[in-house]
C-alpha cells in the first residue's frame, strides 16, 4: 500500500472553517456599482441569509461589479430577485435593472433545495452574459473533493465552489484521487482499493453506478481525460516505478508514455490538439515539469526555476503549477505560463498555495491555500487579477478537481 501514496506530495491537504467568508486581493480598477435586492417573502431565515450572501459573492467573484449595499445613491444596476420555497422545490425569479429600466427578467427551478447554491450561481452566471461582460462559465460547476475521515478511509465528497453544498458520493474503503470523465461533469473517475488492488472506477452520477476501469499493483490514478472524453491520462506503477500511461476507453489500449527510473506522475493534456503531455519529474533530482509529445519518449524540461515545482494542471497551451519558493522557507506559491512564451506570471504571494486547478475556460484557478491549522479554497480570476478566499470545512483533504 506505502507504493500508492507516491503522489500524496503533490495533493496533500488538511483543512477545517466556519461559514464561507470572502476576501479579496489586488483591487484597484474601477467597476460598475450593482446593488442586490432581495423582495422574497420567505419565512426560512437560514436559507434566505444564505442566499443572499452567496449572491453578493458570486457578483464580487465574477470580478464584473463593486456591490454598494442598498440605500446607496450612486449605483449603476440592481439584481433585483424573489426565491421561493414550496418542499423541496426553489423557484426564482431575477430581474436586472439599470437607470430604473429593467433590462432583464430571468426564471429558475430547482427540485432539490439542498442544492440551491447553484441556483444562485447560474442566476449570476446567465446575468452575466446577458449583460455581455466577462464570462464566469465556471460559476456553477462542481468541485471534486477526496477527504480522509478515519484510517484507510476516505470519502469523495461534490461541493460547489464557495463550498456551501457538499454532498457524500462514495464511501466506505479508501476513495481517492476524482477526477471529472467529461465536460458536462456527468461521470469521474476515482481510484479504490479492490481486495488491496488499487483499481479505477468510473462513476456514472446520472445511474449512480460504479463500473470498473482496470488494476494494477503500487498504484492506478487518473490525472487528466482530453476534450472527448475517450483518452485518459494515467499514473501506475505495476513493478513500483511511476510511471505515465495512456489509456483508450474505446479500443482498451494501455500505452505506456514514460519508462524513468524514478517517479513520473500527474500527467496532463496541453496544446489545442492535445498532442502533447506535460507531467511531474524528479529526473532532476527534484520535483519539476516536464513535456513530450505523444508517441514520442523524448521528454522536455519546461520550467527552469524553482526547486520544487510538483503540481501542475492545464487549460490549451498554458500551464499553471505551484513551486516553492527556494529564498522563503516553506513558501509555495502559483505560477503560470505557455508553452509559447518564456514569460511567467506568478499569481499568488505568501504562504502555502498549493494544488492549482484550471476552470473550464481558462479564465480562472482553483487552488489550496494554507493558513496555519486550516485551509482555504482560493479562487484566482486570472484576468481581472484578484483572489478570493472560502474557508474549507471538508476536514483532511486528500484532492481535488474542478
Excluded: C
Amino acid at each position: 500500500m506505502k507504493n500508492f501514496f507516491l503522489l500524496f506530495f503533490i495533493f496533500l491537504a488538511f483543512a477545517w472553517a466556519e461559514d464561507p467568508v470572502i476576501d479579496v486581493i489586488n483591487k484597484g480598477v474601477v467597476l460598475p456599482k450593482i446593488i442586490v435586492k432581495d423582495t422574497s417573502n420567505l419565512n426560512d431565515a437560514n436559507l434566505k441569509r444564505s442566499f443572499y450572501n452567496i449572491l453578493v459573492n458570486d457578483l464580487k467573484v465574477s470580478s464584473n461589479f463593486e456591490v454598494v449595499s442598498e440605500g446607496s445613491e450612486n449605483f449603476n444596476y440592481t439584481f433585483e430577485y424573489d426565491l421561493a420555497k414550496n418542499g423541496n422545490t426553489l423557484s426564482l425569479n431575477v430581474r436586472i435593472k439599470a437607470g430604473g429600466e429593467q433590462k432583464s427578467s430571468q426564471n429558475y427551478t430547482l427540485n432539490n433545495i439542498e442544492q440551491y447554491p447553484f441556483l444562485a450561481h447560474k442566476s449570476v452566471k446567465e446575468s452575466v452574459n446577458f449583460l455581455a461582460l466577462a464570462p464566469v462559465e465556471w460559476m456553477d460547476h462542481k468541485i471534486l473533493i477526496a477527504r480522509t475521515n478515519g484510517p484507510k478511509q476516505s470519502q469523495i465528497i461534490m461541493a460547489d465552489y464557495t463550498l456551501t453544498y457538499q454532498k457524500v458520493i462514495i464511501s466506505g474503503g479508501l476513495n481517492l484521487f476524482p477526477k471529472w470523465a467529461n465536460e458536462e461533469q456527468s461521470a469521474f473517475y476515482y481510484t479504490a482499493y479492490d481486495h488491496e488492488m488499487p483499481t479505477l472506477y468510473r462513476y456514472d452520477l446520472k445511474t449512480n453506478q460504479a463500473n470498473k476501469i482496470l488494476s494494477s499493483g503500487g498504484m492506478v490514478v487518473a490525472s487528466d481525460v482530453n476534450k472527448n472524453g475517450d483518452k485518459i491520462l494515467i499514473t501506475m506503477a505495476p513493478q513500483d516505478q511511476p510511471d505515465v500511461y495512456l489509456y483508450d476507453l474505446n479500443s482498451k489500449n494501455l500505452t505506456k508514455m514514460t519508462n524513468y527510473s524514478g517517479i513520473d506522475v500527474n500527467a496532463n493534456f496541453i496544446g489545442e490538439d492535445e498532442s502533447k503531455v506535460v507531467f511531474v519529474s524528479d529526473r532532476l533530482g527534484y520535483p519539476n515539469i516536464f513535456m513530450q509529445n505523444i508517441g514520442s519518449t523524448n521528454a522536455e524540461q519546461v520550467v527552469f526555476h524553482g526547486k520544487n515545482n510538483s503540481a501542475v494542471s492545464t487549460y490549451k497551451d498554458f500551464l499553471v503549477y505551484s513551486s516553492r519558493e527556494s529564498n522563503q522557507a516553506g513558501v509555495f506559491n502559483i505560477y503560470l505560463m505557455s508553452i509559447k512564451s518564456d514569460d511567467i506570471r506568478q499569481l499568488s504571494a505568501n504562504g502555502k498555495n498549493l494544488f492549482p486547478r484550471f476552470s473550464s475556460d481558462g479564465g480562472s484557478i482553483v487552488f489550496i491555500k494554507y493558513l496555519g491549522v486550516q485551509s482555504a479554497l482560493g479562487v484566482i480570476r486570472v484576468n481581472a487579477n484578484k483572489t478570493f478566499y472560502f474557508p474549507l470545512k471538508v476536514g483532511k483533504i486528500q484532492s481535488i478537481d474542478w
